[in-house]
């Protein structure tokens, strides 16, 4: 089953507390990308990459590192997590660029206290 | 630069009633315009898109036309359904910037 996946689904964490949220795809797409979901804010784009090894600034990367090391993964990290952070995130794939189908993981919920 | 605006929510419906979520934007270029929807405790998903003016996306009894003289995008659907409640999210592509532009999104209820 195509798909995309992401851990934790769900995270409480502490001020300060390094994580890292894991996102893979099995379709083998070149293109993926870490969202934020805020109410009345919509969906914002954090991170994305075109390919292996290349990554790029979306419109609020501070805070945020990610790296892509192979195609179907791409980890969000967050070396000192701050409560504005708390945010619900999306990690997404598609097969060649934006005129394709954007494929959605189901989300992760995360809490820092 | 490239924004999207969309119709605040929720909108409430009873079932097999019409529905017209409104979408405009605003953008450089020629973008692809998205709508997607997300369920409850889910990721979004695509519903419907169009990739060049006057183009209709239609999915699951939803459409959408590509409109560039209003810069518009407007989801209808003629008759809802209680299992078509849900958050839609109407995008567009931003080629230069490689990334999706979402507006606020719509929350969707429908009542039996």
């Known amino acids: 089953e195509a798909q995309v996946t992401q851990n934790p689904r769900y995270l409480i964490t502490v001020t300060g507390k390094k994580l890292t949220v894991t996102c893979s795809q099995n379709?083998?797409?070149?293109?993926m990308s870490w969202y934020r979901q805020d109410p009345g804010l919509g969906l914002r784009q954090i991170y994305y990459?075109?390919?292996?090894?290349?990554?790029d600034k979306g419109d609020v990367p501070e805070g945020y590192k990610v790296s892509r090391k192979e195609k179907r993964n791409f980890p969000l990290i967050l070396e000192s997590p701050s409560p504005n952070q708390t945010s619900l995130y999306f990690c997404a794939s598609s097969a060649q660029g934006l005129s394709y189908e954007q494929y959605f993981g189901p989300g992760t919920r995360l809490t820092v206290t | 630069g490239d924004s999207v605006t969309q119709m605040e929510g929720p909108v409430t419906l009873s079932e097999e009633a019409f529905l017209t979520i409104n979408c405009t934007y605003t953008a450089t270029g020629y973008p692809s315009l998205f709508w997607y929807v997300q369920y409850p405790g889910e990721g979004l998903q695509l519903l419907l898109k169009a990739t060049k003016a006057d183009d209709k996306g239609s999915n699951k009894g939803f459409e959408a036309t590509y409109r560039k003289e209003t810069t518009s995008f407007h989801l209808e659907k003629g008759s809802v359904q209680v299992s078509d409640s849900a958050v839609y999210f109407c995008?567009?592509?931003?080629?230069?910037?490689?990334?999706?532009?979402f507006g606020t999104g719509t929350r969707l209820l429908v009542s039996p």
């Open positions: 990459s075109m390919n292996v090894e290349v990554t």
């Open positions: 995008a567009l592509s931003d080629q230069g910037f490689q990334k999706l532009v």
């Open positions: 379709m083998n797409h070149e293109y």
